[in-house]
């Protein structure tokens, strides 16, 4: 069992950055591959980044490939995300999640965080 809590979510203008968060705690932090999805209003949740159990390996959508950086501290059981050159349309509720995989399938991670809300303005 795994529990995820967000932070570091806000309003921010369009070309600024700011970096999430995902604290976790629970058993066995750096045996979980972990990702980032994002949801915005009426839309399906989306896949943003993800990460391997050592950090070997990362993964983009291609809508924030080249913007985005995940990265993971094993010792501190936290997971982040570095958000450059933001734009409007990154705007949504951000996720982490953890999964036993390394996946950017929705349907492949068991556990979730409460959400943190990013706002973009133009």
């Known amino acids: 069992q795994v529990q995820l809590v967000e932070s570091g979510g806000g309003l921010v203008q369009a070309g600024g950055s700011l970096r999430l968060f995902c604290a976790a705690s629970g058993r066995a932090f750096s045996s979980y591959g972990l990702g980032w999805f994002r949801q915005a209003p009426g839309k399906e949740r989306e896949f943003v980044a993800a990460?391997?159990?050592?950090?070997?390996?990362?993964d983009y959508a291609d809508s924030v490939k080249g913007r985005f950086i995940i990265s993971r501290d094993n010792v501190k059981n936290t997971v982040y995300l570095q958000m450059n050159s933001l734009k409007p349309e990154d705007t949504a509720l951000y996720y982490c999640?953890?999964?036993?995989?390394?996946?950017?399938?929705?349907?492949?991670?068991?556990?979730w965080g409460q959400g943190t809300q990013v706002t973009v303005s133009s």
């Open positions: 999640a953890a999964s036993q995989y390394y996946s950017r399938l929705y349907g492949d991670y068991d556990y």
């Open positions: 990460i391997r159990r050592n950090g070997g390996n990362t």
